[in-house]
Every structure is written in structure tokens, then in C-alpha cells.
């Protein structure tokens, strides 16, 4: 695998995670029928990486895509979406897929994303070498978004995050942790996070959504997330960070009452939907102390952001609600 995507902290900058220079570096009309492209999710794969993206087409249909790069930055995304075969279903289901997640847990590379099915809800399938994917049982009932799966096991278990919601774009959402022993029936669910006070944070204080794949740190487990304001000229989401507790990761441990980045760039503030920061990912160089973010940016275009792990761990510790 090549290093991981990074540009240095800009000369004199105070902050904690900084924006690429060429930002952003998936444009809306990547491919030939989109509309726009953002809220995705990448991993290392072979000699470079691979991912799935969301792609809505230009009647606004929502699928997601596969696609590659070899330096994280440029990407060749496939014309036509990801056709799944059955796997542990009878037939492929879903409206509508949207806003993937990618980890490789013990032998493959498992999907998640938000699917269609008689509502939204949270859709599982997993590939071997992102040519060919299948399609499992929809991990819930309808309602709910943002399905994060962990990148191990935990206590024997198969761990995901999601966000129990309405058939809307839903006013409230706080963030619960599920458990599953095969990936196909799941419970256990405990209740994480939920949005804050207004006066205590006013970014995060109307829902909450797990970002991207947590990785392991010697703080334990470190998240990204977006949080929600409702103002009046409406929904406005930001980026923060949260540590999670290593042998039970339900306990959030600390959440960053600053946010690490809202949208204040126009690529952030103009689009599709104005005023969006989504993160969907990230890439870790544990040694040499980097990560790297991919988010979405208006629901429109696909940009990166870069920080410490050092840095970003002692930030959410001190400045914790």
C-alpha cells in the first residue's frame, strides 16, 4: 500500500484538523450520470486504495459505486453502480442505497449503508475484491441511519453503531451500539450518545451520527462523528471526535465539545445541500502519528482533512463535555 493521502499543517495554524489545498478532490461529475458524488468511504486495498461511493444520478437516484486509486486522491470510480448478488438473502433488496461505510474485518471487505426498505434502514453486504459483492440481511427495522461497523470483533461479538430515526429527515438522532455473533441477527443494544444541550453545544445539540470506522489508540477507540444544528436557516452539520472505550466501546469515554471542523469553505457551503461536513472515513499511519479524512461536503463533492492522532486524542480529552 502507498502512504497514506497528506499535506503538512499550514505554516502558523492553530488548528487541530486542517483542510486539503485542493480540496475538493471528487468532484459532482466524476462519472458520466452524476448528479453528485459525496458521503463515502475508503480502505486500503492491494497496492493502493478502493471504495464505495455514493453517486445519486441525475434523476437523483441514490446507489453507491465502486472505485479505485492509488494515491487517495485520484480516483476512477466505476460507470455503473455495484450489482449484488444474494448472499445470505433470498433476493437482493432496497430502494435506494446511500452514505457507505467500508471495513475489513478477518477475511473480507464488509459494506454497510443506508438502504431502502420500506424506509431506511441499515443494508450489509461484503466483496472480496470490490469486482464482485453480495448482499446480506438488512441489520434493522426501519428506521434507522448510519450504520458503522467496528474493524474487529469485540468480546467475540461483530459491533456496529447506528442512529435510530424517522422516515424523514429526522429532527433528533442519538447514536446506539448493536452486537451481533454472525453479521446477520443483531442485538444487545446499548445506548451511546445523544445530542447535547443547546448551551452546553450548540453544533451537536439537535442529532448525532457515527462518521467514520473507529481505530484503536493507546487512548482506545477514536471516532469521528457529525453532530447537528438546527438554525434558522436550517440544518448545519460539523465534524467532532469522540474516544470510545477499548473492551466496551458503548462507553463513550470523551466527545469534543468544540467542533474539529464545521463548514466554512464554499465547496462546504454550497451545493446540493448547503452547509454539510459528513465524515464517512479515514486512513491511519499509526507511526507516524497521521490520519487522514474523507467527508462529504454539501452532499455534493468529496474532500479531505488532515490532523495528528496525538494531537486530535489530547484535544478531545481536554476539551470534552
Known amino acids: 500500500m502507498s502512504s497514506i493521502p497528506w499535506q503538512d499543517k499550514p505554516e502558523g495554524s492553530q488548528d487541530i484538523v486542517w483542510r486539503y489545498s485542493e480540496n475538493p478532490i471528487i468532484k459532482r461529475d466524476a462519472i458520466l450520470s452524476s448528479n453528485s458524488v459525496f458521503n463515502s468511504a475508503v480502505v486500503p486495498y492491494k497496492d493502493g486504495y478502493a471504495g464505495v461511493f455514493r453517486c445519486d444520478n441525475k434523476a437523483v437516484q441514490m446507489n453507491i459505486f465502486a472505485g479505485f486509486s492509488n494515491d487517495g486522491i485520484n480516483w476512477k470510480i466505476n460507470e455503473n453502480p ?186 462546504e457551503q454550497i451545493g446540493d445541500v448547503p452547509n454539510v461536513i459528513f465524515p464517512c472515513a479515514s486512513l491511519q499511519d499509526i507511526k507516524a502519528d497521521k490520519v487522514t479524512v474523507f467527508y462529504g461536503a454539501a452532499d455534493t463533492v468529496v474532500a479531505l482533512a488532515f490532523g495528528y492522532i496525538s494531537e486530535i486524542l489530547e484535544f478531545t480529552k481536554n476539551n470534552s463535555i
Request: glycine share 10%.
Open 82 to 267: 455495484i450489482d449484488f448478488k444474494a448472499g445470505d438473502v433470498e433476493q437482493v433488496l432496497g430502494d435506494y442505497k446511500y452514505d457507505p461505510r467500508v471495513v475489513f474485518i478477518e477475511d473480507r471487505y464488509w459494506i454497510t449503508w443506508c438502504e431502502g426498505h420500506n424506509g431506511p434502514t441499515i443494508g450489509i453486504g461484503y466483496t472480496f475484491n470490490f469486482e464482485e459483492f453480495f448482499q446480506c440481511e438488512s441489520a434493522f427495522l426501519p428506521f434507522n441511519r448510519n450504520g458503522v461497523l467496528f474493524p474487529k470483533k469485540i468480546n467475540g461479538k461483530y459491533a456496529m453503531m447506528s442512529r435510530p430515526s424517522d422516515n424523514g429527515h429526522t429532527p433528533f438522532g442519538d447514536i446506539y451500539m448493536s452486537y451481533s455473533p454472525d453479521m446477520k441477527y443483531w442485538g444487545e443494544h446499548r445506548h451511546m450518545m445523544s445530542p447535547t444541550a443547546f448551551k452546553d453545544s450548540a453544533w451537536q445539540c439537535t442529532k448525532v451520527g457515527a462518521g467514520s470506522v473507529p481505530f484503536l489508540t493507546n487512548e482506545g477507540w477514536l471516532m469521528f462523528y457529525h453532530g447537528v444544528i438546527n438554525t434558522c436557516n436550517g440544518f448545519r452539520y460539523a465534524m467532532g471526535s469522540a474516544i470510545l472505550d477499548e473492551e466496551n466501546p458503548h462507553i463513550v469515554k470523551f466527545r469534543t465539545q468544540p467542533y474539529l471542523l464545521t463548514p466554512s469553505v464554499p465547496y
